[in-house]
């Protein structure tokens, strides 16, 4: 066996996604909302502005993400700008799950 076969052989299989990820072949992975939280998310949407306000811009940044993924070859700004979008849209997205702990929070108190 050469040296790569054996690289290979001793590499480490990497643990399984977790179930709240889909993959799809044509677009990277994407959190599917737990059942329960569903409800809250839009309650929170109906009656928060600043989560309404995240969840739009989250949405905003998801579609300039697709949109720009669709172009063949990315100029230097756009990978700029990917990366920048992937960040902002993280940002939102903390936001909103601290949000949605503290109403569960509150909740439960």
Not at 19 to 39: D, G, I, K, Q
Not at 64 to 93: C, M, P, Y
Request: hydrophobic residues 35%.
């Amino acid at each position: 066996m050469g040296v790569t076969e054996e690289l290979k052989s001793e590499a480490p299989t990497p643990p399984p996604l977790p179930a709240v990820l889909v993959s799809h072949a044509a677009s990277p992975a994407r959190e599917v909302p737990m059942p329960e939280t569903e409800p809250l998310i839009e309650r929170l949407s109906a009656d928060n502005d600043e989560f309404r306000r995240l969840r739009e811009e989250h949405k905003k940044y998801e579609e300039e993400l697709t949109s720009l993924n669709g172009v063949g070859f990315l100029s230097a700004d756009q990978h700029w700008r990917v990366s920048e979008l992937k960040k902002l849209k993280l940002i939102a997205k903390d936001r909103m799950e601290a949000m949605v702990r503290r109403y569960r929070a509150s909740a439960h108190a």
